[in-house]
């Protein structure tokens, strides 16, 4: 699954990897959209395999010609994002915990930065290949204060400008509550709609908080995430208990090495800052039945 060939390939990576960074789209002489997609069957396993050919794309209803296309394992960027408020208390070693197991799927070519939020977001780490010093940074880290995870994301979104790779998640580490931010849910989701960051979220959310747990900004922090995850892409995973959550974190880091990545170049070519909508289906080959098909939902024409 090259482009047209291993020297195309890495030549196509490199351009994305120089223009994507602090951008939201890509300029060679024309825009170059990025759209990372997750293809699973169902029983919830990722399907590999898939050609070109099985996928096609659309842009505000109308389909677009995929110029770029591979199903190989892209350069990452991930800013972890950990929860460190008092409602985690005596979690954080397995929040600790999880972000080891994550990090171990990770490649050499891949960077992470760590930030840690409680009534503040904190930029603890800057981007780093050394994935030892985050773990090491988590150690002896306590629980204390208030949650605000709205403006957690948006350092987050921010910090991301930095990245390198083509490709740019943020991993939320939390249990959802939210009850201190500064920014508003919908200037957050913009900002990060316009970064092209794709964001996956783990923890032991409380299903009332989704119905109780409104903050000033009018949602509460697990509905935040989960409406977050779904347009970018990622996705949110709620473990049963704490116990889980390594597995869970490891099963993210798989997910986003099994991605196929595609890209086009708009039919409209005009550059207004509107935002786009897309839609990505997937035919599967005869004899593999239904898939379920994950993408961003759309993109900034700037």
């Given at each position: 699954?090259r482009?047209?060939?291993?020297?195309a390939?890495?030549?196509w990576?490199l351009a994305?990897?120089a223009l994507?960074t602090g951008?939201t789209?890509?300029r060679?002489?024309s825009?170059?959209?990025v759209?990372p997609?997750?293809v699973?069957d169902?029983?919830n396993?990722?399907v590999?395999?898939l050609e070109?050919?099985?996928?096609?794309?659309?842009?505000d209803g109308?389909e677009?010609?995929?110029?770029?296309f591979?199903?190989?394992d892209v350069p990452?960027?991930i800013?972890?994002?950990?929860?460190?408020?008092a409602s985690?208390g005596?979690?954080i070693?397995?929040?600790?915990?999880?972000?080891?197991?994550?990090?171990k799927?990770?490649?050499a070519g891949?960077e992470?930065?760590?930030?840690e939020f409680?009534?503040?977001?904190?930029?603890?780490l800057s981007?780093?290949?050394?994935?030892?010093?985050?773990t090491?940074?988590l150690?002896?880290?306590?629980s204390?204060g208030t949650?605000?995870?709205?403006?957690?994301?948006?350092?987050?979104?921010?910090?991301m400008?930095?990245a390198?790779?083509?490709?740019k998640?943020l991993?939320l580490?939390?249990?959802?509550g939210e009850?201190s931010?500064h920014?508003?849910a919908?200037a957050v989701?913009e900002?990060?709609?316009r970064?092209?960051?794709?964001?996956?979220?783990?923890g032991?959310f409380?299903?009332?908080?989704?119905l109780l747990g409104?903050?000033?900004?009018g949602?509460?922090g697990?509905?935040f995430?989960?409406?977050l995850?779904?347009?970018?892409?990622?996705?949110?995973y709620?473990?049963?208990n704490?116990?889980?959550?390594?597995?869970v974190a490891?099963?993210?880091g798989i997910?986003?090495?099994?991605?196929?990545?595609?890209?086009?170049?708009?039919?409209n070519?005009?550059?207004?800052?509107d935002?786009?909508?897309?839609?990505?289906?997937v035919?599967p080959?005869?004899?593999?039945?239904?898939?379920?098909?994950?993408?961003r939902?759309?993109?900034?024409?700037k």
């Amino acid at each position: 699954m090259r482009i047209t060939g291993t020297a195309a390939f890495f030549s196509w990576l490199l351009a994305v990897a120089a223009l994507l960074t602090g951008q939201t789209t890509l300029r060679v002489e024309s825009t170059l959209v990025v759209v990372p997609v997750s293809v699973t069957d169902k029983a919830n396993r990722f399907v590999i395999g898939l050609e070109k050919q099985n996928f096609r794309l659309y842009e505000d209803g109308a389909e677009q010609k995929i110029s770029q296309f591979s199903g190989e394992d892209v350069p990452l960027s991930i800013g972890i994002l950990v929860d460190i408020s008092a409602s985690m208390g005596s979690r954080i070693g397995t929040s600790r915990q999880a972000v080891a197991e994550f990090l171990k799927t990770m490649n050499a070519g891949d960077e992470a930065f760590l930030e840690e939020f409680n009534d503040r977001a904190t930029l603890q780490l800057s981007f780093t290949r050394a994935f030892d010093d985050i773990t090491n940074r988590l150690a002896d880290v306590k629980s204390d204060g208030t949650t605000a995870l709205i403006d957690a994301v948006d350092l987050g979104v921010t910090t991301m400008k930095d990245a390198h790779n083509p490709r740019k998640a943020l991993l939320l580490v939390s249990d959802g509550g939210e009850n201190s931010s500064h920014y508003s849910a919908e200037a957050v989701k913009e900002a990060i709609q316009r970064a092209d960051v794709q964001v996956y979220a783990m923890g032991v959310f409380d299903p009332l908080s989704k119905l109780l747990g409104m903050t000033s900004s009018g949602v509460s922090g697990p509905g935040f995430l989960a409406n977050l995850c779904e347009q970018t892409g990622g996705r949110e995973y709620a473990a049963g208990n704490y116990a889980a959550l390594p597995t869970v974190a490891r099963r993210i880091g798989i997910e986003l090495r099994n991605q196929y990545v595609l890209a086009f170049t708009p039919l409209n070519h005009e550059h207004t800052g509107d935002y786009r909508k897309l839609e990505v289906k997937v035919t599967p080959p005869d004899g593999m039945g239904e898939v379920k098909v994950r993408w961003r939902n759309g993109y900034y024409a700037k």
